[in-house]
T-cell receptor, first 113, second 114 residues
Framework: IAGITQAPTSQILAAGRRMTLRCTQD?????MYWYRQDLGLGLRLIHY???????GKGEVPDGYSVSRANTDDFPLTLASAVPSQTSVYFC????????????FGSGTRLTVV | AQSVTQLDSQVPVFEEAPVELRCNYS??????LFWYVQYPNQGLQLLLK??????LVKGINGFEAEFNKSQTSFHLRKPSVHISDTAEYFC????????????FGPGTRLSVLP
């Protein structure tokens, strides 16, 4: 079934540790995105990539980095996790222009302690 | 810059009753509007979208929304809800169709009661 795979599903991480959240899509979409979802704040864009080899910063990029070595993969790295990064992280993809047609993954629930 | 307000954080409603979830936006330019639904422990799914044309748009699962430019609103409605409609609903806007410019509202939790 075509879609987005995120891993891990959930993780408890000690503060200061490095963590990479994985995201893979099989739809050959040009664009990919990382959002964090926090109660009462909706979804906020962390980073995006409109095509392989390019990335851009979203609304809340600090403390996160991404890479887009190929069309399918878009990993999100927390170099040194802090408790404020406790959140649910969603990866999404779309064609460009997107026309609202995002496909979202099922999310990674990250708790930083 | 755009912003989205969803005034109701939670909406409880009985099964088979009608429901309206409110969405207001602010923007200095024309925007495209969207509603997404998020079921528990899942990612978001597109319900419907307004890009141009008729201001009444119909989506999946019997939902519809009406774009009102003068009131800068895009309220979501369903005439008769089911238990399975229990979910979080997000309104979103963008001035173009580039994903990095989407702005999501804070969400409204719809709880359908038996």
């Amino acid at each position: 079934i075509a879609g987005i795979t995120q891993a891990p599903t959930s993780q408890i991480l000690a503060a200061g540790r490095r963590m990479t959240l994985r995201c893979t899509q099989d739809m050959r979409h040009n664009a990919m995105y990382w959002y964090r979802q926090d109660l009462g704040l909706g979804l906020r864009l962390i980073h995006y990539s409109n095509t392989a080899g390019t990335t851009g910063k979203g609304e809340v990029p600090d403390g996160y980095s991404v890479s887009r070595a190929n069309t399918d993969d878009f990993p999100l790295t927390l170099a040194s996790a802090v408790p404020s990064q406790t959140s649910v992280y969603f990866c999404a993809s779309s064609d460009l222009p997107s026309m609202g047609g995002y496909t979202f993954g099922s999310g990674t629930r990250l708790t930083v302690v | 810059a755009q912003s989205v307000t969803q005034l109701d954080s939670q909406v409880p409603v009985f099964e088979e009753a009608p429901v309206e979830l409110r969405c207001n936006y602010s923007s200095s330019v024309s925007v495209y509007l969207f509603w997404y639904v998020q079921y528990p422990n899942q990612g978001l799914q597109l319900l419907l979208k307004y890009l141009s044309g008729s201001t009444l748009v119909k989506g999946i699962n019997g939902f519809e929304a009406e774009f009102n430019k003068s009131q800068t609103s895009f309220h979501l409605r369903k005439p008769s809800v089911h238990i399975s409609d229990t979910a979080e609903y997000f309104c979103a806007v963008t001035p173009d169709n580039y994903g990095q410019n989407f702005v999501f509202g804070p969400g409204t939790r719809l709880s359908v009661l038996p």
